[in-house]
């Protein structure tokens, strides 16, 4: 398999160039130009930053980058779908709120926002992909539906995967609430029963009719329950629980499965951006985001979701550990720092399942700009 182009901008900057250039001159090498087709409604995929949280791409980036996709013929809109969990952008209302507190309003950003999987995280298509783990996965629908999708990732480190950056962004990140709750869990949710006041909100939306009232508790019916995951935003107690079952390595083949299912159909009318800045230790979706664990590195563009995560990986590894960080260990260039935060987390399983399946490669020509 052939070497797959990476191209990088460090973060040095003078009066004659400065970053928001650099956006720029990446996305020429990735040709965005050509493959952006003329008046695509295109996706520019992101992170809002949960309230709290200032880790996520600075939104003057973000309109550097819809003016490119402007310039290219495209009708960009910012997008990313809303969360599994209860928190600021579990619904499309708290989520835009979000969105437009944390800078990625239109004057910025020059593109409307558009949440992709609806109000409250059910609007979705099921994409055929005939794989391991699933036939089909549920992606929201205005992902489907758009013409063509330009990442753009924040890369740092995941308590689940190791590290979140390209195949994350679009794997997670696109699902709808039913194709996250179906990654991280094989079974229903369930009901904390000291916490249930049978108030039966749950009840009385439930579509599927799979939750009734018992001795005045709350109950899932599993042989029902399509693990929409709606049950959980609604709960005004908070009761109602994702059951966290996957194992690791089946969580990981899970999101790369599901990164096919987003670009399937796209695969030439996709580019992909990292920012290896701000490295925080965990994901963008906490309310806060901690020291970063290295220093600023820079700004990766691929047309290879792959490559592009593997040589952010190792830009990342090969740096030197910051001390005052959540690292305790692995401090050195060339030591593994994502395993020295999450050390049961074999995040290379992502990248291999990813190549095996045909997303890319992980071997990567890495051209600074």
């Not at 130009?33 to 008046?39: A, H, V």
């Not at 499309?92 to 239109?106: E, P, W």
């Amino acid at each position: 398999m052939m070497k797959s182009d990476v191209f990088f901008a460090d973060l040095r900057a003078s009066h004659n160039e400065n970053l928001i250039d650099k956006v720029g001159k990446l996305l020429e090498k990735v040709r965005l130009g050509e493959r952006i087709p003329d008046k695509a409604l295109t996706a520019v995929k992101l992170h809002f930053g949960e309230t709290g949280n200032l880790a996520y791409v600075r939104p003057v980036y973000v309109r550097k980058i819809v003016d490119a996709v402007i310039a290219a013929g495209g009708k960009p809109f910012l997008t990313d779908a809303n969360t599994l969990y209860v928190g600021t952008r579990s619904d499309s209302v708290n989520h835009l709120i979000t969105a437009i507190r944390n800078g990625f309003d239109y004057a910025v950003a020059g593109a409307p926002l558009v949440i992709a999987d609806g109000l409250r995280g059910g609007s979705e298509v099921a994409v055929p992909v005939d794989l391991k783990r699933y036939k089909e996965v549920y992606i929201g629908s205005e992902i489907v539906r758009a013409d063509a999708i330009v990442s753009v990732s924040h890369f740092k480190g995941h308590e689940l995967s190791g590290f979140g950056g390209t195949i994350k962004n679009l794997g997670m990140g696109c699902a709808s609430r039913k194709g996250k709750l179906a990654q991280h869990s094989t079974v229903s949710p369930k009901i904390d029963r000291k916490r249930c006041e049978g108030c039966g909100e749950c009840v009385d939306r439930c579509a599927q009719h799979a939750i009734l009232l018992m001795e005045d508790k709350a109950k899932i019916d599993p042989d029902i329950c399509v693990g929409c995951g709606e049950c959980i935003l609604i709960c005004p107690k908070g009761a109602i629980k994702i059951r966290w079952n996957q194992q690791i390595p089946v969580f990981l083949e899970n999101m790369v499965e599901y990164t096919v299912g987003v670009l399937k159909g796209k695969e030439d009318a996709t580019v992909f951006l990292n920012f290896v800045t701000d490295v925080s230790p965990a994901c963008d979706c906490f309310g806060h985001n901690d020291v970063p664990i290295v220093g600023d590195i820079g700004i990766l563009a691929s047309n290879d979701p792959v490559a592009i995560d593997q040589a952010s990986a190792d830009l990342v590894n090969n740096a030197q550990g910051r001390p005052d960080s959540a690292l305790d260990k692995h401090l050195a260039p060339g030591e593994d720092k994502f395993r020295a935060l999450y050390p049961k987390v074999d995040w290379e399983i992502q990248l291999e399942y990813a190549q095996k399946l045909g997303l890319g490669t992980k071997e990567y020509n890495l051209i600074r700009i």
